[in-house]
């Protein structure tokens, strides 16, 4: 394999979704990998994506990702991606039934939590299954955060 200047830093790519777990409490966790099409690997490894808004929805009983934004390779030519694409999820055929009755019940929602790539340089993301929160547990959830946010540097500063 040939040594690319971008391929020592894949390791630092972790592009995170954070209103997904302020918006919503997250029950189970998958990791998924993603199809991926021309240019969007390059950009993703120049830490060009975005998750904001992002959810899943099944389509022919296949898992599709909506709303994740990898910006326009720079260097790509007229054979560059769409960067608001939605993208298709690989995972086993047994989560994916799991999810899909989950989804039966009311309230859930599948969201991407994080976009990362792996050690081989394989992009995935983390996707989970989630309820969302009201407004009152948002702010318990804001609350519980900073005292845990005082007693961390309560012990650092002890030690």
Not at 105 to 129: C, Q, S, Y
């Amino acid at each position: 394999m040939r040594y690319c200047a971008f391929m020592a830093d894949f390791k630092k790519i972790n592009i995170r979704n954070k209103r997904a777990t302020f918006d919503y409490e997250i029950l189970e966790e998958y990791v998924a990998g993603v199809v991926l099409v021309g240019t969007e690997i390059k950009s993703i490894r120049l830490g060009k994506a975005s998750m904001v808004d992002c959810y899943c929805y099944f389509e022919k009983n296949e898992l599709w990702i909506r709303g994740v934004n990898i910006s326009e390779y720079a260097w790509g030519t007229c054979n560059n991606h769409i960067p608001k694409r939605d993208r298709k999820l690989l995972l086993n055929r047994k989560e994916l039934n799991k999810l899909s009755r989950s989804l039966q019940d009311k309230g859930l929602t599948v969201v991407g939590l994080r976009l990362f790539l792996n050690e081989k340089g394989f992009a995935k993301i983390a996707i989970g299954l989630a309820r969302g929160r009201k407004s009152y547990d948002k702010r318990e959830y804001l609350k519980a955060n900073d005292a845990k946010r005082e007693m961390d540097k309560a012990m650092k500063t002890y030690k």
